[in-house]
């Protein structure tokens, strides 16, 4: 079998006018095993199905902050840089995936846009609107924890990850780089880890083979953590599957 190609959202740069990539994303995927490909930004329905064609799974990656009309506020002056287009670009991605039940994975941004796009809110800025003791930026170095997530007994995240003597939820250490994060879980949507002050920081959607995000950041972290290149790892298994299944 050929290795499954896992189609990245792009990361877009307004003042360079460019679109780029983070080394993590695409490494994380080749040492899982997939063959990654960063996806144009466009918002050409017929193109976005042709180029799922040719995937096996789908990495909803970082960036921009989601515009906050995606869940039906107004952007607040405490609200960052926003990408209009990516948001557009992305529905249009993730409704097809949904329908034809690829693999996803969300990392950060991913995480928030996934709870936006199926009817969840967001804030705009931690802050500003749930100030807290909890650190969610971090300086360098990105590939160490900057807080701690309990991860929730009995979910796909805690299966994966849970020691075997572990009987409860339990805490793992995460990267953290984000300011904005889920307020309203999506009813589509179950959580599976939460951070120190209550936020959500994995998400799973039951009744789909593989909808899955996380907030923290695999991509700066999986040369140097387990439980980062278990989540890369477990992401493209899914994706092999779907390949496989669609060879049949």
Known sequence: MPM??????????????????????????????????????????DMIRQLLDHCDGLLIAGGQDVCPVLYGEEE???????????????????????????????????????????????YQDLPTQHPSDTGH????????????????????????????SCTDDF???????????????????????VSEDGLTEAIRMPGKSYVQAVQWHPEFSYKVNEDSRKLFRDFVTAAECYQKNRRI
């Open 137 to 164: 930026v971090m300086g360098r170095p990105y590939d160490v924890a900057a807080h701690q997530v309990s991860i929730l007994r009995g979910t796909a995240l805690w299966e994966l990850l849970h020691p075997d």
């Open 171 to 193: 805490p793992i250490g995460v990267n953290s780089l984000h300011h904005q994060a889920i307020r309203d879980l999506a009813p589509q949507l179950e959580a599976m880890a």
């Open 76 to 122: 607040l002056p405490c609200c960052k840089e926003t990408s209009p287009e990516r948001d557009r670009m992305e529905l249009i991605l993730f409704d097809e995936a949904l329908a034809r039940d690829l693999p996803v994975f969300g990392i950060c941004r991913g995480l928030q846009f996934i709870n936006a796009a199926l009817g969840g809110t967001l």
């Open 4 to 45: 499954p190609v896992i189609g990245i959202t792009p990361l877009v740069d307004y003042e360079k006018e460019s679109y780029w990539m983070l080394p993590g994303y695409m490494n994380g995927i080749i040492e899982a095993g997939g063959a990654p490909i960063m996806l144009p930004l466009t918002e050409d329905a």
